[in-house]
């Protein structure tokens, strides 16, 4: 059961990132100090093949995974992915700092029954060491994970469709925070000391999470996404759902579609942030942030960076974690771009290489 959510790995590792509606791939490489983007790839999943967040047809997946991999041109067969934050339990635990490894992991499977709410054979679990309590300083805290064992095992068979081996199965929170750090020098101050607003709008889902000093404080996710538009393009054009999705990415719609469905949907966008702020501030001891960032697919909405600075009064920034990093001469630095904001979280889990 333990290792199995933050993974031990050694191998270089491909991120991978799967969202409802697509499959997005990247390889990093290091040159000195540098980061190099070596490949990337983003694929479109079938309908209903991940239903908010779960895998229903494993091998759909790992279809698309496998034409990633081709497109891509990437070389790895070692793969890290992710689970959403909903699907994982996490409790910071306390321990005597002289365990072992080996100790840890016995007292942590004796603990974990009064934490998780499952028969422990139906999960997954692994623990990281944090650091020394600031509580007591002779025990250390230890951060226990858990999920359920299908939505592990479901990504490790889609991986598996697609040749690939699952070294790291990861936690969305987590590699955001990860690609977050990536971000620093174009943030205020260099980031510290700052409270930023990391709203990731997907397919379907929004995650509002929240960062100070770069370490996550806060994460909730609400139904809501670029879905929504994409299924307004199809009922007011008469279109399939792929043939909306491909014609709100590649343009080509009726002169109507800025003014009366991308300017109602934009509006729906800054709503959803305002109201996903709201719930932070009413839960914390924070009253407002120094900055937004946008990510996820709907991040590359024209103008929308700018009417959520307008519209909350807060600087608003597009999320580019490549900014700093150089290029293979394969990847397009246009595409790249385009797609940064969407690669976040896959960004996150291609770092796993360098742990």
């Given amino acids: 059961m333990l290792g199995m959510l933050f993974g031990r790995k050694k191998p270089p590792l ?3 990132d799967i969202s409802s509606t697509s499959v997005k791939l990247l390889e990093l490489g290091r040159v000195g100090a540098r980061y190099r983007v070596e ?30 991999v081709n497109r891509s041109g990437t070389h790895l067969k070692h793969a890290s992915v992710a689970v959403a934050g909903s699907a994982v339990i996490t409790k910071v635990i306390l321990l005597d700092r002289n365990m072992s490894p080996h100790e840890m992991e016995s007292q942590i499977e004796v603990e974990a029954d009064q934490y998780i709410p499952y028969p422990l054979e139906e999960v997954r679990m692994d623990f990281e060491v944090l650091g020394e309590s600031e509580k007591d300083p002779d ?12 939505n592990v095992d479901s990504r490790v068979d889609a991986l598996e469709y697609a040749g690939l ?3 790291v199965v ?25 409270v930023i607003a990391i709203a990731d709008i997907g397919a379907t889902m929004t995650t509002l999470s929240v960062v100070r000093n770069f ?8 139904v809501f996404g670029g879905s929504q538009l994409t299924e307004e393009i199809q009922r007011r054009y008469g279109l399939s759902f792929e043939e909306a999705g491909m014609a709100k990415k590649q343009g080509g719609l009726p002169d109507d579609y800025e003014p009366e469905v991308l300017e109602p949907f934009k509006e729906a966008m800054v709503q959803q942030v305002s109201r996903s702020l709201q719930f932070f501030y009413s839960s914390s001891q924070y009253g407002d942030v120094d900055l937004i960032v946008l990510a996820g697919g709907c991040a590359s909405v024209p103008g929308i960076d700018e009417m959520v600075q307008e519209r909350l009064g807060v600087p608003t920034l597009l999320a580019n974690p490549f900014a700093d990093m150089s290029l293979a001469p394969r990847v397009s630095a246009q595409a790249l771009s385009n797609d940064a904001p969407s690669l976040m979280i896959c960004c996150g889990l291609a770092l796993r290489s360098f742990d």
């Fill in 14 to 16: 491909v991120g991978i």
């Fill in 139 to 150: 025990r250390v805290d230890v951060l226990l994970a858990a999920s359920r064992s299908e």
């Fill in 215 to 222: 370490k996550t404080i806060y994460t909730r996710e609400q």
């Fill in 39 to 68: 490949s990337y790839a983003v694929e479109p999943l079938p309908p209903d093949a991940v239903v908010e967040r779960d895998i229903k047809n494993a091998e759909a997946v790992g279809e698309a995974i496998k034409r990633a």
């Fill in 170 to 194: 990861d936690v969305e929170a987590y590699s955001m925070e990860r690609a977050f750090g990536l971000l620093g020098s174009q943030l205020p101050n260099k980031g510290e000391g700052q």
């Fill in 165 to 167: 081996t699952a070294k």
